[in-house]
């Protein structure tokens, strides 16, 4: 594995040219004639938003049968794997920045954390859009005077939009995702069917359905208007409800049953979501 501290010496790897700065860089890809077709594997320290066409192999990238198979964006975070083997040059452009660079100008965005397997698809109208806004930062970064204050503008307008055109994909693939909504749901049942250790976290659920935290939690919010720690939240209520009625375990035992690790922990969780005790609401016959 490959690892790239410098916007520079990434650059002499796959065959672009010298950044202006070692904090951005912003590359048209048919300038450069000699591009690496393959690579095993690298990490580096910078993100990479990459909008592409002229790919062979859009499985990669998480194209299903609801997308278009033109242009797609996709993002790479520090140390995230990256790896490629075309039989051709791509064609778009990217953008590479320091995350101390988004830091200093406060921006961010969840599908920062996306895989690269959940890239977005664009149609064709969000595709004339991201290319105009992808030449203008380009146009700016080629001035020997370009101001960062505007590069990072337009970055952010960039990815203002890439989140809009999110929400659309989800909603182009809500046939696909709503059947990974009830798998969510479906694996929470069964979490709780099997006396759980500990609590049920977003990241544990995100990986049995083979996506990252983040695009698992947008995809869940978008399709069901609730964060997965929302509807997690709810399915750990209406269990200890239905063992404070069913059973004469006590509650520092359905505590535990739930997953916390100290009852003390499960009564104010409790408390914090009815607005009263576990035992008052046991106690209480009217619930």
């Known amino acids: 594995m490959i690892h790239f501290n410098n916007i520079k010496d990434y650059n002499a790897y796959i065959g672009y040219g010298i950044p202006k700065k ?3 860089d912003v590359v048209k890809y048919d300038e450069w004639k000699n591009l690496r077709l393959s690579c095993n594997g690298l990490t580096s320290d910078f993100y990479m ?22 242009a797609f964006l996709y993002f790479t975070k520090p140390n995230q794997t990256h790896k490629w083997y075309v039989d051709k040059p791509w064609e778009g452009y990217h953008i590479l920045i320091s995350p101390i660079l988004l830091q200093e100008y406060n921006i961010d965005f969840s599908f920062f954390q996306y895989n690269i397997s ?24 080629k001035k020997d005077n370009y101001d960062m204050d505007l590069l990072l503008a337009y970055c952010n307008l960039i990815f203002t939009y890439i989140s809009k055109f999110y929400k659309r994909q989800f909603d182009t693939r809500q046939p696909l995702y709503n059947k990974l909504v009830l798998e969510f749901k479906k694996l929470l049942n069964t979490y709780y069917s ?25 995809l869940i919010k978008f399709n069901t208007g609730k964060t997965p720690s929302e509807v997690i939240q709810e399915k750990i209520i209406s269990e200890a409800k239905k063992q404070l009625k069913s059973s004469n375990i006590t509650v520092a035992e359905i505590g535990y049953n739930l997953g916390f690790e100290y009852p003390t922990y499960f009564t104010r969780f409790f408390k914090k979501h009815i607005g009263i005790t576990p035992t008052a609401y046991r106690e209480n016959k009217t619930n």
Do not use: C
């Open 49 to 70: 938003i990459a909008f592409k066409r002229n790919m062979t192999d859009l499985s990669w990238y998480g194209n299903t049968k609801y997308d278009t198979a033109s």
């Open 194 to 218: 099997n006396e759980p250790k500990e609590m049920p976290t977003v990241h544990y659920f995100s990986e049995k359905l083979n996506l990252s935290s983040n695009y698992f939690g947008d």
């Open 118 to 141: 959940e890239a977005l698809f664009m149609t064709n109208d969000e595709q004339i859009q991201i290319e105009n806004l992808y030449i203008q930062i380009l146009e700016e970064y």
């Open 22 to 24: 070692d904090i951005i």
